[in-house]
Structure formats: C-alpha cells, structure tokens
C-alpha cells in the first residue's frame, strides 16, 4: 500500500460531488444506500447535541423534506426486504489512494437496486401513505446510541433559516400535531440524488483515515522526532501517507511537535515562545520522507495540511522548506467539516489568528502572499446565484459604481469594483469563479492601479493600512497573476510615491525586480 501514488481528497472527488455529500449528510443517515435526499436548507441533523437535558439527536424538517425522508426510509426498507435486493448494499472498503478509501459493493454494481428504489419511491409517494404534522416528537434511542433520544421537529419552511438552539418547542406549540398538508412525488423527485461510491466514503467520515497499528507507531515516532524509529516503522512496511484517527498524518504531526513541549514555560506575554531546536530533527525526517516520494499536500479527512499549521511554527526556515519542497499555500484544509472547500494557510494566519496584529503573522502573511497565496483554495467557486447575491450586497452598501464597469460582464464589473472598494476574499473568490484579472475599467485602468488610485487616503504612521496596501498588492501580482507592462508597473510606482504609500511601492518594486 505504501507503494501507491498518494492523492489529495479534492483529486478523487469534485468541489460540486463534495458538496452534495455533504448536503446528503446534513438530511440523513444515509448509510450505503447510493441514493440520498439532498434538500440543502430544508433539514438539518445534529447529532449528539447538548441541551439542559443532556446529550440528544435532533432533526430538523421542513414538511416536504420529513416527506421526502419517509418516502426514502419506507422505499429502502421494502426493497432490502426482498430477496433481490437483500444483500444489494453489502461493501467493503478498499484503497484508493495510499491514504483515503473509498466503497464498493460486493455484490457489483447497484444500478439495478437505484432504478428498483426510485420506481417504489414515485409508488409511495403517489399512493400518499404519510401524514406530516407540525410540531415536536420523540422517538426512543437507538440501540447502537443508548441514552441519547431522537427529538424531531416538523417546522415551516420559514423557520428553518432559524439556526436555533433552545425555544423550538415553544415555536411551534401552536401548530402543534396541525395537518403540513399533503405531497406527491412531483414535489420530492428533484430531491433525490445519486452518490457515487466515494461520496459515500465521504459521507462516512473518519473511516476514510487508513491506517493500521504500524501505521500508528510511524506517526507517533514522526510527533516525536524520533528519525530512527521513522525509518524502522517505514522499512518493516508502514505506510507513509497513513491518516490517523483524527486524519493527523507524518508531517502535520511534526508541525504541531515543533513548539517547545513544556506547554507552561514556553509562554511569554500569553505568547508561545518558539523552539527552534526540533529543527534540524524536522528536517532529517522530512527529507528522509520526501526521498520516498512523500505528499507535502496531503491530509487525512476532516484534517490539515502541514503547511496550515506554519502560523503556530514560527519559523521561517520550516515555512521556505515546505514551499520549496512542493508546499501549495493555495491548498485547502478541514476538507469535509464545517467548509467544504476547505481553509488556506492565508485564511488561517489572517482570520483565526488575528494575523493583523501579530508580527509573526503579519511577516508570514507577505511571505506567503510573494509565494502565490490567496485566502481561499482553489476549489471555492462561486455560483451566479451566490455572484448575485454579492453583488446586490455591494449595491446596498455602496459599494458599486455603475460608471467604472460599462460594457463589462457580471464577473469582470464584480471584480472592477472590488478592487474599488477593496475586499481580499471578494476579489479572490470572483477570480476564482470566473472574472478576468485583465480587466480594464471604463478609464482604462487594471486592477491594482484601481486599488491604488480609488483607495482613501493613508497617513504614513497609519500602519494597518500601510500594510493592507502591500497585501493587495501582493495578492494581485502573485496569487492572480496580473500581468503588467513595463509602463503600468512604472505608473503604479510613481502611484505610491505621489500617495505616500510606502509599504506597496516595496512590495510592487520586489515583485517587479524578481521578475
């Protein structure tokens, strides 16, 4: 197993595959049957959530989508009744990758069984069987999650844009057991989608983390810079790219080990203090990894890659290491937990470490922005709905000039002016998703010369802005890709000096020299 290419998660499923799975997972249980009811804001599951009365799943519904699963529950538990189909769901994981695995049916293909389960899903949905009412019920826990009730509530669609956390019950008291009308199949059958066999090992979660009790030891040697023990576990056949329960692999373990370990006296100020004495230990066993064909990318589900975690390294040495060695800063993290399309190393050090005001971070954040770094990964995309939506957003807030974008298409006038009214995440996402970054503005300007000429006015001491400047810059220049002649770059120059902008005369300068 060691012996095979290692893929990332992103390279065996889809951003549009990964996000269906993951509506599937919000609505139900799913389990292998590879038909899922896919309602995106009309259920939502919490599993095992924590009230003053203890641990409790709870299920939220629209009345089409309670609809929609009671036509999936009855049609999958009919035909796995029958002696056809009794069996059609048994799987077994194997590899696809040298860390995630994916499923297949033992007794082949379902096509039979999914063409079997619509057909007795339009049947029971015509033949109206269910009746859906309002209001709260509980039903008894099940055997395999003792002590933790089921509690169901049949709301509005209105309510459902509620993300609540108590008082539901007393929302819908008044509707309380009220008939939720009636549906057929021609409401639902949109509702329905067909999941490929990696969705559902995607669905599964941490089962798609391989790895075997070898494995383990390799990953702990790995937390422990113990290179002897590294190369022991390899050589008697553990599995270098191997995902451990909480999809830890070699390498990301190895960027968590790097603080000093002694977690009270390595704090200053409520700081850590880093060590750099692991690294020359993290750089033998990276390079011993490296020679066997190691992924610098890779992380196990609902995980990092090992680049994420420079923020907390503190060490730029470690930090060029990576990125020279094939560390993508645009690769994203936590694949399968709260964001789909995963975090990037930039989103992480600005965001969730309040990279603004860190020196540390703030030095990271223009080294990585220089190596190509954008604050979303490359597989975020925005629809023309969610286009749309930001648009209208821009307009609310006065954020839209009509006048710099005439003749220009959604995507091209979205981008001219975000960069008008500065917004890193804005600009990437409308790049990523299919804006021109060569665009011209109504006055013939590119992009950055509209950041520097439509920003407001910075003081010299005024030092955030100062470096946002600089940022922007950056991000344009490098993770973009703008291309400028020689008179552009000369004009965005002269630009910064005119408007004392000191910080992105640097930044432009150095990308300008390099090239």
Known sequence: MEKLPAKLLTELITAEEIRVAEGVKAAHEVGYCPVGVFLPGECLVSQDYYSGEGHISEFRYTPQARFALKVWESARDTLLKSPEFARALEVEW????????????????????????????????DSAPFDIRYGRFDLPPLPERPGIPRRYYIMPPE???????????????PIQDAPAGSFAWKDIEDAFVVLKPIQLAFIAGDEMNNYTALDEEFLDACADFDFEKVRATVEKGANIHAAGPMGETAMTLMMASYHDPDFEDAKKNGRFVPTHRNREKFMRIARYLLSLGYNVNISGYCSDTCLYDAPHVEDMEIVKFLLDNGADPNAGSYIGEDEPYGVTVLNHTWDDLDGWEEPWCEKLSLYLLRRGALPVPEGERLTEDDLDWR????????????SLCAGLSKYDAALVNSAARPDFFRLARIARSGGNVQVKDAKGRNLLQIVLEEYCDVAPSDTRSQRELAELSLMLLCGLKLKLSETEIELAKETCRTRGFAEALEAISSVADSK
Do not use: H, Q
């Not at 082949?108 to 949905?125: C, N, Q, T, V």
């Not at 648009?391 to 009509?402: A, L, S």
């Open 159 to 173: 309510l459902m844009a509620e993300r609540w956390c108590r008082g539901m019950s007393d929302e819908l008291e």
């Open 94 to 125: 194997y590899p696809v990758a040298a860390t995630f695995r994916s499923v297949r049916f033992i007794n082949g293909s379902p096509e039979r069984f999914i063409a079997a389960m619509f057909g007795e899903m339009k049947r029971l949905a």
């Open 391 to 402: 648009i209208e957003e821009m307009k609310e807030k006065n954020e839209w000039d009509d």
